[in-house]
Nanobody
Framework: QVQLVESGGGLVQAGGSLRLSCVAS????????MGWYRHTPGNQRELVAQ????????NYADSVKGRFTISRDNAKNTVYLRMNNLKPEDTAVYYC?????????????WGQGTQVTVSS
């Protein structure tokens, strides 16, 4: 059973920074990729950033490019999301997701989410 636990959310003023952490119960190297998503009421959950198992490839939503950085520490089974220059529109619940592909079938595992609130 895969468990993902996010932390690091909170209340911050616009222009501030936060670092989210996602700790997995097992080795994250076994996952094909890991990512951060966010959700606001009335909207679909959207991809914020993704990183491959090796850490060699990353992908960001246009709205966060240049401000957010995703990274991973396989030795600590942890994925991070560094968020700089935060804006009120970044306010959301942020979720960590791990994806594993087995025999061509994709399996996704989610954390419980952490709230990020950016005040203007």
């Amino acid at each position: 059973q895969v468990q993902l636990v996010e932390s690091g959310g909170g209340l911050v003023q616009a222009g501030g920074s936060l670092r989210l952490s996602c700790v997995a119960s097992g080795s994250i190297f076994s996952f094909n990729d890991m990512g951060w998503y966010r959700h606001t009421p009335g909207n679909q959950r959207e991809l914020v950033a993704q990183i491959t198992s090796s850490g060699g490839n990353t992908n960001y939503a246009d709205s966060v490019k240049g401000r957010f950085t995703i990274s991973r520490d396989n030795a600590k089974n942890t994925v991070y999301l560094r968020m700089n220059n935060l804006k009120p529109e970044d306010t959301a619940v942020y979720y960590c997701k791990a994806t594993k592909i087995i025999l061509g079938v994709s399996y996704g595992y989610w954390g419980q989410g952490t709230q990020v609130t950016v005040s203007s």
